[in-house]
């Protein structure tokens, strides 16, 4: 017997198939409540000893932990705060500080720009010939040559949801001497992770997608916990000295994942994230997997009878495939603003692709057979030709 | 006339005279609301639609703007968004990219630590033989040698309260060649600010102290109009990107300020922010700066009357001062708890320091009296000596 769906944990506008959940989670019931909790009970009540009565210093440790759960990593190795982007910079930076022999980071070239561009950041910021090495997806195991420090990669490539198989490019990374950052932007609340067996040094992640944290929520990052107290902070902050309150004049790391914290958390946001999480009570990474799987099945074979003029983007093989499902059209991004109109909810990113993600929280077959119907719709009847669809706003 | 206080447009609980907004401002009315705006109505309805809809993307820029205005800035040169510690990491790396010959950070003994450690960080990132040096407050000025890339200085000391002059020692920095970095934690929202008279480079502050934004609201950086296109971004994520949904392989700074933009916004905090800051409507900095000199002068002289034992910590000249008074005493930290248990919230930075803020927003003389009464009363009665008051929490 399963607990999914949960949709009645969720406020989902009527009539909406919300198939961008790997873009933005919906809006977890008790989110607004937590939010005006904390900011009339606590900021309002208590004002700055809030910090300690309503423990919102506890608070960045407290999520960290719960995102560990999701992800195989041990208690206190997660710290939480920031921006992914940031959090990149620092696992990167503390990597190239393991092997200062090293001249290359080497990802793919799916990889999320934001994390490429981190990484040409820092080398331009360490003013030395480092280099940022891409390569195709399925080249990178063969491309962990001895002058590689990093390898950074995302687990699942934000366009086409191909799915790095995270063991065996660990190992590969090790025999080779490199450190291993895996990125779980597509992962984390969407596919079993385990840091634990992995054994990747670090990992980083955001919590607006899966995790359903709300617009900018927090990021979080795991550093293997045999290995913390060899981690140079870049981005050395005062949250993640040993002794914040101490106001010592240098710098001394705290010995914990800590100290990849940096400035005053986000509280506010740190605690709607933290109500989010309870949606997953009773649930099982498995659970998700498994009804993500056959959501993503059923999409696809429903799509590809429907509309031949469709080209699946993402792998046919469920092994190698996140939680999404991409379709190239050239005209893709007018398809998704049809979409949208219908109450289909995908998005478009550049090119040619079209993503819908699946989320067993709360999506079941119906809402993905109704998605692929509608899609079908717009594909016959031309409908996405309406000049309105061909607009382009700033974001899809 | 004047406008100020303006109490009513704050949740402070009865009967508590808060001296701690220079830490974290109270809670502004309508910000609750906010959230929930932007929560249910915004995040719930409108899902990944309301970056478009409801302008979330528009509202880092929209606040910036806002704070802009605070601080002599041109409209456009102030980004919003990570924390305090992040955005001077990126003004120091800039800045010293603008002078690559020189190799000296030079700031004050009295900064706060975070700044320093954040020149620590990005110093043992950059890996050269970087020097943060740090003299007394007093002896900057003269400490501007031609080995000094960057001054970096916090206007206003966060433990005394001492003020630099912006002007001044700006002009002194530029006469012998160096970058200027103004950190504005304790001056955003308290004190009259004129970059573009000062002509700085870069600043930086936060907006949880007097611009009420709440915990964890986000930081801003300011880069001088006709500099930025000269900014390399160290943190160069893709908001700050010329084209971030391009999804381009290359980073490509945005042409304006947006290039200090790093991650995903966090939007929930921002929204709060943006409320918080209608509190000013019709209020004028150099009306806010009286009334804040008049405040802690009536401070200093009813505590010097009641309280011989203490000692004051700030300048007694109000023009070298900012919108705090702090006094020296061995067992503040005590002190400083038995006045939180009778209302009056002030607090404690080591080794023997107990600071009081005054916000003439939600503030008047008679708290002020009525907070100095209260003071001499825990000094006169040794209510203090409680050890209850002894136990050191992690946030005073």
């Known amino acids: ?9 969720f406020d989902i506008p009527e009539g ?7 873009s933005l989670g919906p809006l977890p019931k008790g989110a607004a409540e937590r939010a005006v909790k904390t900011l009339t009970q606590e900021w309002g009540t208590q004002l700055i000893k809030a910090w300690n009565t309503a423990d919102w210093m506890a608070l960045p440790q407290k999520v960290g932990d719960r995102i560990a759960g999701f992800i195989g990593a041990a208690p206190g190795s997660v710290a939480t705060g920031d921006t992914l982007s ?4 620092q696992a990167l930076a503390a990597a190239l500080k393991m092997r200062p022999e090293r001249p290359v980071i080497l990802s793919d070239t799916g990889n999320f720009p934001t994390d490429l561009y981190m990484a040409q ?8 010939d480092y280099e940022l090495r891409t390569v195709a997806p399925e080249e990178v195991a063969d491309a962990i040559t001895d002058d590689v420090a990093v390898v950074m990669l995302t687990e699942v490539d934000y366009r086409s949801g191909r799915r790095h ?5 660990t190992a590969r990374a090790h025999q080779n ?19 634990t067996a992995c054994n990747a040094e670090f990992a980083v ?11 900018g929520a927090p990021a979080f990052i795991y550093a293997r916990p045999d290995i913390v107290l060899e981690v140079e902070p870049a981005l050395s902050g005062w949250l993640g000295h040993d002794a914040p309150f101490a106001m010592e004049p240098d710098y001394r790391p705290a010995m914990t994942t800590e100290r990849l914290r940096v400035g005053t958390p986000p509280i506010v946001q740190l605690s709607i994230l933290d109500t989010a999480l309870d949606v997953w009570e009773g649930v099982s990474m498995e659970e998700i997997r498994g009804a993500s799987v056959a959501l993503c099945e059923t999409f696809i074979s429903e799509v590809e009878a429907r509309c031949p003029d469709l080209t699946l983007a993402s792998p046919r093989d469920a092994d190698v495939r996140g939680s999404q499902v991409s379709f190239a059209f050239a005209d893709g991004y007018a398809v998704v603003q049809a979409l949208i109109d219908r109450g289909v909810i995908g998005d478009f990113r550049a090119p040619n692709i079209m993503r819908f993600g699946f989320t067993p929280l709360y999506l079941d077959q119906a809402d993905v057979v109704r998605a692929a119907e509608i899609l079908e719709d717009v594909m016959k009847s031309e409908s996405w030709k309406d000049p309105k669809y061909q607009v382009r706003s700033r974001v899809t």
């Open 1 to 9: 017997m399963t607990n999914l769906p949960k949709k009645h944990l």
């Open 16 to 22: 909406m198939i919300y198939l961008d959940g790997n």
């Open 121 to 128: 950041g820092l080398i331009s910021t360490i003013g030395k």
């Open 205 to 215: 992640g955001c919590t607006y997608k899966y995790f359903n944290g709300g617009p």
């Open 177 to 195: 001497g490199a450190v291993m950052i895996w990125d779980l932007a597509h992962s984390a609340g969407a596919l079993p992770v385990d840091l």
């Open 86 to 89: 940031i959090k990149v910079y």
């Open 165 to 169: 198989d995270m063991v065996d490019i």
